[in-house]
Structure formats: structure tokens, C-alpha cells
């Protein structure tokens, strides 16, 4: 085998099929033109049908075939009936990347039930629910990757982490359930855990800058975290080179967790 065929074998994700929710921004948009690069056809999901498709027109013009579906992943009837458009295109899913997220801050003493139930149903409750559609169906093929995207949220109190924190805490616990549940059928799950990470979700912070300084000077690094700092890491946790690894939370930190 050539090295270059052995570098394939280790990360290449030819004839695999993939789906990234919040894949029209941020991190999950990165995870997605880097899960298309290495090969897989991917469908990015989000709610905003513009940025959906101006993400999946970068990953053509990188020469890898793409789709979108437009849902809110909150309301569980769109979600189910978004997953099986999921599926359309091009098949069942091999991977599922559950990075759609929301952030809302009110103090913990006034967040009321509306905020506390989106949270879950975007944070939680989907990443479960389109695993529970689709893992069963990887199990069965024997190859099936679930990776979920947490925050250092969920292992320590951070700016009103309120709800958020909880929801990603509870999604480290699944991304263990399921592991548990699927890896002895090839099924792989885990979590990459982004510390702080200039993208949309946290403008109101990313736009003061000396917050942003003072939390690049809390990693190991000395700066923030971009979204493609995410590529590697998902393309590694996709292919088959990471069959022997699951319920594993990978910090994405710079090393800010360490400190
Ligand atoms: N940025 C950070 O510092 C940071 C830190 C820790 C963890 N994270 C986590 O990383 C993940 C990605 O965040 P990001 O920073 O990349 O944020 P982002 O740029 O705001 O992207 C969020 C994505 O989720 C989608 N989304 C939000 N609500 C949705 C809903 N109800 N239904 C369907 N799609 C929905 C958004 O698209 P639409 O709005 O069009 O629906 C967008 O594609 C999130 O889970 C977040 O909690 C981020």
C-alpha cells in the first residue's frame, strides 16, 4: 500500500454520507466543508434557507456534493419530518454532526420556562432525536459516527451559562448513553467541546474588545478559537481511524479547560 493510500484508509471519508445541523455557520459550517473535503456528500441543516444555500454552494465549488434542508429543530414535528428530507438526497447518514446551538443569557432567577424548554429542544432534545432516527440504521450498515458539539459550558459556570450549560452538560451524558448503546455495532459517539469561538452565537461578547483579548489570555495558546480550528478534529472523529474511540468529550480550547 502506498502511504498516500494509507493515508486514505485512516481519513478519508469517500462514499460516506453526511449531516450537519447548524451547518450554515460558525462551527458546524466548518465541520461540513471539511467532512465534504474529505470526501463525504453532506447535508448542512439549519433554519435561514440563504445562508444554507451559500453553504452548500462553497462546498460545490470545492467539488463536493451537497444539499440543504431548512428546518427549525426546535419544534419536533419539523424535526422529524426534516430528517427524513435529511435522507433524500443522498441516503442514510453514516455521520450526523449535531452542532446547532442557541445561547440565551437571562439571570437564572428570571429565565423563564420559554427559554429554559428552547434550550433543551435545540441543545438536547435534537441532537437525541435525529440520533434516534438515524444510529439504528448506521448500527445495522456497521459504521456510524455521532458527534456532538458541547461548550466548556458544560463543565463549568461561565457568563450566565443559565440553561445552555445544563443542555450541553446533559449532552455529554447522551453522547455517553449512546455509546454505550451503539459502538458495539460500529457506531461510534462523541463530543468536540469548543471553548471560546468568534462566530455569530456570541457577538454581543466577541464585540468588546477587551473581553475578547482577556479570553484568548485564558488559553495555553494565546488566542481564540476559529471555526476551522474544528476541521481536523471532526474529519478524525468521522473516519475510520477513530473506531476505537467513543463517549470521549475532546476539548477544541487552545487549552483553556487546563488552566
Ligand atoms: N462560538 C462559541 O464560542 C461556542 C462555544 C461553545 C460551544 N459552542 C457551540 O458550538 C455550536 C455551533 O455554534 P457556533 O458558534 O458555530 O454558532 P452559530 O455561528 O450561531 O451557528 C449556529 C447554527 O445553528 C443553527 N440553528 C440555531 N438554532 C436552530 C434551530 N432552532 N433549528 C435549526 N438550526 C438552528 C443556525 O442557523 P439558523 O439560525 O439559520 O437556524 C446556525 O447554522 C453550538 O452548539 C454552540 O453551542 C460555540
Not at 456534493?65 to 438526497?89: H, I, K
Not at 458541547?150 to 446533559?170: D, L, M
Not at 461578547?205 to 488559553?219: G, M, N, Q, Y
Amino acid at each position: 500500500m502506498t502511504n498516500e493510500a494509507y493515508l486514505r484508509e485512516l481519513f478519508s471519508l469517500d462514499g460516506r454520507v453526511a449531516v450537519v445541523t447548524g451547518g450554515s455557520s460558525g462551527i458546524g459550517r466548518a465541520i461540513a466543508v471539511a467532512l465534504g473535503r474529505a470526501g463525504a456528500r453532506v447535508v448542512v441543516v439549519a433554519r435561514r434557507e440563504a445562508e444554507l444555500a451559500d453553504t452548500a454552494k462553497e462546498l460545490e465549488g470545492y467539488g463536493c456534493a451537497a444539499a440543504w434542508v431548512s428546518a427549525d429543530l426546535g419544534d419536533r414535528e419539523a424535526l422529524r419530518a426534516a430528517a427524513e428530507r435529511m435522507a433524500e438526497p443522498f441516503g442514510e447518514p453514516d455521520i450526523l454532526v449535531n452542532s446547532a446551538g442557541i445561547n440565551l443569557r437571562p439571570p437564572l432567577g428570571e429565565l423563564g420556562d420559554d427559554v429554559w424548554d428552547t434550550t433543551m429542544a435545540v441543545n438536547l432534545a435534537a441532537p437525541f432525536l435525529l440520533s434516534r432516527r438515524f444510529a439504528p440504521g448506521m448500527a445495522e450498515r456497521g459504521y456510524g459516527r455521532l458527534i456532538h458539539i458541547s461548550s466548556q459550558q458544560a463543565h463549568r459556570a461561565f457568563v450566565q451559562s443559565g440553561a445552555y450549560g445544563a443542555s450541553k452538560a446533559g449532552l455529554e451524558g447522551l453522547t455517553r448513553s449512546q455509546a454505550e448503546a451503539w459502538s458495539p455495532y460500529g457506531v461510534t459517539a462523541n463530543t468536540l467541546v469548543p471553548g471560546f469561538v468568534m462566530t455569530p452565537l456570541n457577538a454581543r461578547l466577541s464585540s468588546d474588545p477587551e473581553k475578547v483579548e482577556a479570553l484568548a489570555a485564558r488559553t495555553m495558546i494565546g488566542r481564540n478559537g476559529l471555526p476551522a480550528d474544528f476541521a481536523g478534529a471532526a474529519v478524525f472523529l468521522a473516519a475510520p481511524s477513530s473506531a476505537y474511540i467513543t463517549g470521549q468529550s475532546l476539548f477544541v480550547d487552545g487549552g483553556f479547560s487546563v488552566h
